[in-house]
Structure formats: C-alpha cells, structure tokens
C-alpha cells in the first residue's frame, strides 16, 4: 500500500502561479511512477504530468506542457507539481498518484487507469 497526500492548492489569479505537493508514504518501492492529474465535476480525469522516479523521465500532457513542471525530492519522498502562467480552465481539483509501468510515451504513461494509488486530491481555483 502507497498512502499519497497532496497539499499547495488554493486560490489564485490568472498569471500566478501555484507549487503542489505530494507525500508519499508506506510501500513506495511498489511504484516507480509518480503523476499529476485533474478533474473538474462531469468530465474525465485529465493526466498532466507524469515522472518515472529513478530514471528522472518526465511526460507532460500538451495542455500544460511549457506552464507546469513536476519534480521530486527522493530523500522525503516528495513529488511536486510547480504551476506557472495558470489559467482560469486550471481549476479543478488536483490529485497525486503513483503506480508500476514503462511507457515510452506521454499518451500511455498519463493513462488513470495505469496508477494503483490516488491521494485525496487538493483544489485549485484561477479567477480572471
């Protein structure tokens, strides 16, 4: 079991910017890849950010690529989602998960249904 706790959101205006953080704890060496995902109410969750935490391999979906940047901090095993340039379509509520695969792509490695271990999510809201 990977237990995953998100924290950093918040309230923000167009322009600004927000850095998520991530929290992982229990059998993480039961993962090897750490991702960002969103949802907003009646829509699918959207994968953003994915990272594989040996290699240091990122993917990004094109709908954040250039603006958002995830990273880590092995030795407390952190994952963080810095978020620039936010855009009021940047709301939603934000989740951290983790899970085993080796994907050479952003399409296969930002799939919900390749991640075992969701936290609880953190909400974002960009007003204009």
């Known amino acids: 079991q990977v237990q995953l706790v998100e924290s950093g959101g918040g309230s923000v205006q167009a322009g600004g910017s927000l850095r998520l953080s991530c929290l992982a704890s229990g059998d993480t060496y039961s993962s090897n890849c750490m991702a960002w995902f969103r949802q907003t109410p009646g829509k699918e969750r959207e994968g953003l950010a994915a990272l594989y935490t040996e290699s240091g391999r990122t993917f990004y979906a094109d709908s954040v690529k250039g603006r958002f940047t995830i990273s880590q901090d092995k030795a407390k095993n952190m994952v963080y989602l810095q978020m620039n340039s936010l855009k009021p379509e940047d709301t939603a509520m934000y989740y951290c998960?983790?899970?085993?695969?080796?994907?050479?792509?952003?399409?296969?490695?930002?799939?919900?249904?390749?991640?075992?271990?969701w936290g609880q999510g953190t909400q974002v809201t960009v007003s204009s």
């Open positions: 998960a983790s899970g085993w695969h080796n994907y050479p792509n952003a399409r296969e490695a930002l799939g919900a249904y390749e991640y075992n271990y």
